[in-house]
T-cell receptor
Framework: QVQLQESGPGLVRPSQTLSLTCTVS??????????WSWLRQPAGKGPEWIGR???????YFNPSLKGRATISKDTSKNLFSLSLDSVTVADTAVYYC???????????WGQGTLITVSS | QSALTQPASVSGSPGQSITVSCTGT?????????VSWYQQHPGNAPKLIIF???NRPSGVSHRFSGSKSGNTASLTISGLQAEDEAVYFC??????????FGTGTKVTVL
């Protein structure tokens, strides 16, 4: 069974960089043909896809983030990470890491971690 | 990428059938047969219940079914049960290995 667990700071100051890590068990992020994704969900709203990294290392991002997001992976530790620059209060949300397919269906989700952007 | 449009709420009595719509454009829903649906109970992560418009993952009840016509996808829940009360989101592939979610529909069992 694939399991994902997010870890992060909880609170981030405006204009700073948000950094999150997702530790994966039950699967190897360095093999297969899956995508390892980050999504977020503001309170009371639908999920928003942030971006993803393929097992090959190729990355893809939501254009609405205007280049603020970076995703990387550490195959030796079986984890992948998200960095989101220049955060504002609008970036406050529950952040999820996930494993999805080529066509975007998300089969496995982490439990989510609440990130609050506030001074 | 603009969020796909869903009704804010749909309700039905136990045993009835309800349908949740998901309207996009000819660049997302209308362009690909890669629409998925998720069920989310409060405090939990979303759960995949339909993928590739009509397919159900193993273990998902046969009471859930999906379809698509033009730029609108639909989720039908038949034999509505109390446990079906949740928020439902659609999602569509939009090309270039990216995807977009819907606004969400709160399903209430009366």
């Amino acid at each position: 069974q694939v399991q994902l667990q997010e870890s992060g700071p909880g609170l981030v100051r405006p204009s700073q960089t948000l950094s999150l890590t997702c530790t994966v068990s039950g699967d190897s992020i360095g093999s297969g043909s899956y995508y390892w994704s980050w999504l977020r969900q503001p309170a009371g709203k639908g999920p928003e896809w942030i971006g993803r990294i393929h097992t090959s290392g190729n990355t893809y991002f939501n254009p609405s983030l205007k280049g603020r997001a970076t995703i990387s992976k550490d195959t030796s530790k079986n984890l992948f990470s998200l960095s989101l620059d220049s955060v504002t209060v609008a970036d406050t949300a529950v952040y999820y890491c996930a494993r999805d397919s080529e066509t975007g269906e998300v089969w496995y989700w982490g439990q989510g971690t609440l990130i609050t952007v506030s001074s | 990428q603009s969020a796909l449009t869903q009704p804010a709420s749909v309700s039905g009595s136990p045993g009835q059938s309800i349908t949740v719509s998901c309207t996009g454009t000819n660049s997302d829903v209308g362009a690909y047969n890669f629409v998925s649906w998720y069920q989310q109970h409060p405090g939990n992560a979303p759960k995949l219940i339909i993928f590739d418009v009509t397919n159900r993952p193993s273990g998902v009840s046969h009471r859930f079914s999906g379809s698509k016509s033009g730029n609108t996808a639909s989720l039908t829940i038949s034999g509505l049960q109390a446990e079906d009360e949740a928020v439902y989101f659609c999602c569509s592939h939009v090309g270039s290995s990216t995807y977009v979610f819907g606004t969400g529909t709160k399903v209430t069992v009366l």
